[in-house]
């Protein structure tokens, strides 16, 4: 079946521009995961949706950063007048929750969109 | 908090060699630990998990991994390299007391494969 998807794909910007990355999850997962892979920083958790939820936003790195889930579907990551420090790769992953098993549901990743704040 | 250390950020292989990918965590309930496979310009793979019970966690393309949690270790193994595994490899832990798979990555072992 589909994987998750992002788009775009890579994303080319300059800076003090706002971007909106995309994610489409995997068809009845009712979790999403956002995760930014840096060269200084690694892979570093951005931010958890439980259907149109947020419980954990603590990964956002500042207040330019917000990101929203509708139909408990789709989501997108915002990114408000971007800075160099933005580059990376920002990857969105999904899992299906089940009752009982807590975290340790597979998370499916998606390939990626590759931003580059210039 | 949560943390995992993976040791060598690099390493080489010669096909058909033992390989073996250092990981150790720190955790201060019990953890979830999962090894990850990335190839170039696509996401994150599922290599194998460790949540309960067995402590030997067999997973795809003939990689295993053992939680040894008096040495805060889980290293991945495989007994014989081919060359499609050359990759990134990432460890990663998360939160058992949450309801949630938040992940707590390592800086990642890039795997090369020598013919």
């Known amino acids: 079946g589909a994987g998750v998807s992002q788009s775009p794909s890579n994303k080319v910007t300059e800076k003090g521009k706002d971007v909106e990355l995309r994610c489409d999850p995997i068809s009845g997962h009712t979790a999403l995961y956002w995760y930014r892979q840096s060269l200084g920083q690694g892979l570093e958790f951005l931010i958890y949706f439980q259907g149109n939820s947020a419980p954990d936003k603590s990964g956002l790195p500042s207040d330019r950063f917000s990101a929203e889930r509708t139909g408990g579907s789709v989501s997108t990551l915002t990114i408000q007048r971007t800075q160099q420090e933005d580059s990376a790769v920002y990857l969105c992953?999904?899992?299906?929750?089940?009752?009982?098993?807590?975290?340790?549901?597979?998370?499916?990743f998606g390939p990626g969109t590759r931003l580059t704040v210039l | 908090a949560q943390s995992v250390t993976q040791l060598g950020s690099h390493v080489s292989v010669s096909e058909g060699a033992l390989v073996l990918l250092r990981c150790n965590y720190s955790?201060?309930?019990?953890?979830?630990l999962f090894w990850y496979v990335q190839y170039p310009n696509q996401g994150l793979q599922l290599l194998l998990k460790?949540?309960?019970?067995?402590?030997l966690v067999k997973g795809i393309n003939g990689f295993e991994a053992e939680f040894k949690k008096s040495e805060t270790s889980f290293h991945l193994t495989k007994p014989s390299a081919h060359m499609s595994d050359a990759a990134e490899y990432f460890c990663a832990v998360s939160d058992s007391g949450t309801s949630y798979g938040k992940l707590t990555f390592g800086q990642g072992t890039i795997l090369t494969v020598h013919p």
């Open positions: 992953a999904s899992s299906l929750v089940l009752v009982g098993t807590g975290g340790t549901d597979t998370q499916y």
């Open positions: 955790s201060s309930v019990p953890p979830y």
């Open positions: 460790y949540t309960t019970g067995a402590t």
